[in-house]
């Protein structure tokens, strides 16, 4: 029987997550799984300060680890962020603010060299925003972007993305929707699509685990490698809610319903690729 090639699926297809499991399993030396954090490892709250993963996620993936060539975690958050939540798990790839900066196997902190020059920008960017947004805005700053958030206070949504769309048209900056939050980065060409792009050039499948609209860049990169090799396996996974409603669901080929549920399903998995 030849290997699926179900990234390459149209979404809504149906999709037996045990089938894929088993595809997986023919070539998981080869097979790279990334997830995203927030909404996916780790349930969204109302201070993205004071996020922790799942229970059991981190078991899990700390299992899934030794049976596959890469498990990367690809996130709006800085890799600073995602080494202190990961509860010194080895072996993980870290790929913060959306690509800007990586960390291999915990090695050093790496930064794209063209966002650099953008740190003073986005720290005065951040000091207007406390001063010049309402209470209940929160505004988290990320050195090399900032992040607007409005969970605590939904009535002033309209207001934050007004603010922060014209100083991003104003400062030349680049703006990314998410649940409940603007994010304001710089000009610089790096998104999750791109990340995973590279990565799996040269991999013999993957898995990608996203709840936002910013992963479905992701899920595309993954179809776009399907279509380029029929033996690559990828796999879209949404962990759905009702905040990014069912744009994220209908762009991938399985769905969760929460964080608990991912760590589960991963859970469950270890017998097919062991």
Known sequence: MPPLNLGNQQPKTPLDAEHAWRATAERAADTVLFFDFDGTL??????????QPAPKVLA???????????????????VEFLRDHLGG?????LYGLYGLEHSHSGGETVTEPAA???VPTMAELAE???????????????????????RTAPQLGNLVQEWGRARAERL???????????????????????????????????WYFGDDVSDIKAFAA???????????????????NPETGLEVADAADLTLDSPAALATFLTDAL????
Do not use: N
Request: proline residues 9%; positive net charge; glycine residues 10%.
């Open 172 to 206: 030349g900056l680049r703006c990314q929707a998410g649940r409940m939050v603007l994010e304001l980065k710089p000009p610089v060409d790096r998104d999750k699509g791109m990340v995973i792009g590279e990565i799996v050039r040269d991999a013999g499948g993957a």
């Open 60 to 78: 899990a993936l700390e299992a899934l680890a030794p049976l596959v060539r890469r498990i990367a975690i690809v996130s709006a958050r800085p």
């Open 116 to 118: 650099l020059p953008w």
């Open 42 to 51: 780790a349930p969204v709250g109302d201070d993205p300060t004071a996020v």
């Open 222 to 240: 993954l179809r776009a490698r399907a279509a380029a090799d029929p033996r690559f396996v990828g796999v879209c996974v949404a962990v759905a």
């Open 89 to 93: 798990l080895g072996g993980i790839d």
């Open 128 to 150: 207007q925003a406390r001063a010049e947004l309402p209470p209940g805005a929160l505004v988290e700053f990320k050195r090399l972007s900032v992040a607007l958030h409005w």
């Open 271 to 274: 017998p097919h690729l062991t």
